[in-house]
């Protein structure tokens, strides 16, 4: 990547450097302050949390709310905590990722290289797939799941999000294979190869960066996915967002701040880690889905 | 299958021709199914008088009419107004903001950019339970304000039917104003040194430069903000949800609440599937065009 674009231009003066830091460093402060202080906070004890300052460091460290929210709290009628909740997100996303993202692989390497008629408009109706505002097949899809008899469960989430994740992931190998050279498969081709063993032999191994880019989007928002599993999964078949705002929205008893927040992180850490480890592809598959490929 | 090697042949061969089409077809059954005859069922079902579970029986424009006349649903279109154009506007100006400042040469950048889109890798339901607390009088920014000693300090607007929309704008933007960022820095990096250095030899100001010459090279990425985050909030349902709940009583209702509500809680089928197909034709009138426009592009 090139140097920054007003390389020389900004030969700014050492006050206005100051004030930039400022203010850089204060939206830093903006960013962290709520996450932060939610940390600070699930290894407080509940008297520090009503009776005290937010800001302040615990006076005793704890981390009883932590164990709470995995594996006591009340989520609806059960005091089972998060864990089978966690557990369902992660049955639930895994083959939902993989599912959507192979199939987002062969319809990118078949739209890309293997032209025929009506191509764009295929192209062109999946992709406005992606930005369909989901209340519009809420209701069909719960009839659909009741048919077929996996209405509430798992399978049944894995079979929304895969469905509605297609429309992403042939977007990015669609974008990422438009770019391959196409003479590398004719050549191919003339020697005798085949339709998958092009795939498999030359597209496959230079896919490396949009496979990851294909499963850090569809994993973050296939774990972070509310309205789905709020609508098609009851009770004990529930993902984690589910019974996180369960947990939290709770009429009934004291409200346990503390073991909220050790639930929240607990949400969030999956998605967090992916984009720690990998933000970079997290960062490509953002822009994947708004500026053109 | 390959008994005899003409017919052999000749299988293959019509099998590779037809195997790209073959590979595609089960995508393009399940779209055509799960996507647009879903959306032409919701659409028929806002026809009907289905109630609790679909009917079949054909009411006209009915369910339009009375949508209308709800006043949950003025309210809710009238909080997507503020709340979208708000959202649009303040993360548009943040992130813009933030692209050029850390385009300065920033020490620290690779530091500071994360930080700012760390946000966007978490679910709203996690924003909301975090801004839910720290925006509670109670416990949150105003007990703190007033144990430091700024006793007068109030901020609860999260309690308050006239503000609490506001609220939601303020985690929605604490959630994507990153994200915006990261899109025009990316305009940002891909503007060519050379025509800034001409301007700059022709004696151009920093302030012209930027008017004259880089803003103007980011419609791109102002139009894509625009559309991603008009979607966004067009969509907006889980932060809802998860910071007031809808309320007070209906303050912050948006359509997406409205639509679950009416559809799954109320038993009022016939008019959230009406209310549904507002929220679609509202983004297919702003998605369309734009992905027109980008296919048309890419040829």
């Known amino acids: ?293 | 299958m390959a008994a005899t090697t003409d017919t052999g042949v000749d299988f293959r061969t019509r099998l590779q021709t037809w195997l790209p089409k073959l590979v595609l077809s089960p995508s393009l059954a399940v779209m055509l199914i799960f996507v647009y005859g879903f959306i032409a069922f919701t659409i028929y079902l806002s026809f009907t008088d289905s109630r609790m579970l679909p009917s079949y029986n054909w009411v006209g424009w009915d369910n339009y009419e009375r949508l209308f006349r709800v006043r949950e649903w003025n309210i809710a279109l009238t909080n997507l107004a503020i709340f979208a154009s708000l959202y649009i506007i303040i993360c548009t100006l943040i992130g813009l903001t933030l692209a050029i400042l850390l385009d300065q040469k920033i020490r620290g950048e690779g530091v500071l950019r994360p930080i700012f889109l760390y946000p966007m890798a978490l679910s709203f339901i996690v924003t909301g339970t975090a801004w839910k607390w720290m925006l509670d009088p109670a416990i949150g920014l105003e007990n703190t304000m007033n144990l430091w000693g700024w006793e007068s300090f109030t901020f609860n607007w999260i309690k308050d039917r006239e503000m609490a929309i506001y609220t939601i704008v303020i985690a929605a933007v604490w959630q994507s104003s990153g994200f915006v960022m990261a899109m025009f820095l990316a305009g940002l990096r891909g503007i060519d040194n050379e025509i800034l250095k001409a301007a700059q030899m022709d004696g151009a100001s920093n302030f012209q430069m930027y008017r004259r010459i880089i803003l103007p090279q980011l419609r791109p990425a102002f139009l894509s903000a625009f559309v991603i985050l008009s979607h966004l909030a067009i969509k907006s349902y889980d932060l809802v949800i998860a910071l007031t709940g809808g309320g007070p009583g209906n303050a912050t209702a948006l359509p997406a609440t409205f639509m679950y509500s009416y559809t799954f809680t109320r038993n009022q089928m016939g008019i959230g599937a009406a209310s549904a197909v507002i929220m679609l034709m509202t983004i297919a009138a702003i998605m369309v065009p734009y992905l027109y426009a980008e296919l048309r592009e890419k040829k």
């Open chain 1, 1 to 293: 990547m090139a140097a920054a674009s007003t390389e020389n231009a900004m030969r700014s003066s050492g006050f206005a450097r100051v004030l930039i830091y400022l203010i850089l460093i204060l939206f830093a402060l903006f960013y962290l302050l709520p996450f932060g202080i939610m940390l600070i906070n699930s290894l407080k004890p509940l008297s520090e949390i009503t009776g005290g300052n937010m800001i302040a460091l615990p006076r005793d460290w704890t981390i009883a709310p932590w164990l709470s929210a995995w594996s006591t709290a009340q989520i609806g009628v059960e005091p089972t905590g998060l864990r089978p909740y966690f557990i369902n997100s992660i049955v639930m996303a895994v083959p939902a990722v993989l599912l959507s993202t192979i199939v987002g692989a062969l319809n990118g390497y078949v739209l890309t290289k293997w032209h025929f008629r009506g191509a764009t408009i295929i192209f062109g109706l999946l992709l406005f797939s992606c930005f369909i505002p989901f209340q519009i097949v809420l209701i069909p899809m719960a009839r659909i799941l009741g048919i077929l008899d996996i209405a509430g469960t798992t399978p049944g989430l894995i079979l929304v999000h895969f469905v509605y994740g297609i429309g992403f992931t042939t977007l990015y190998f669609r974008n990422y294979y438009a770019a391959f050279p196409t003479e590398l498969v004719r050549a191919a081709q003339i020697d005798g190869a085949g339709f998958f063993q092009i795939f498999w032999r030359i597209m496959l191994p230079s896919s490396g960066p949009i496979i990851a880019v294909s499963f850090i989007w569809q994993f973050t928002n296939i774990w972070n996915d509310f309205l789905f599993g709020a609508s098609f999964a009851s009770g004990g078949g529930a993902p984690m967002t589910v019974a996180l705002n369960n947990l939290v929205n709770s009429s009934t008893g004291v409200r346990e701040y503390n073991v909220h927040f050790a639930g929240a992180i607990m949400a969030a850490a999956p998605t967090l880690l992916v984009y720690i480890v990998a933000g970079r592809y997290f960062v490509r598959g953002l822009m994947a889905g708004s500026v053109k490929g």
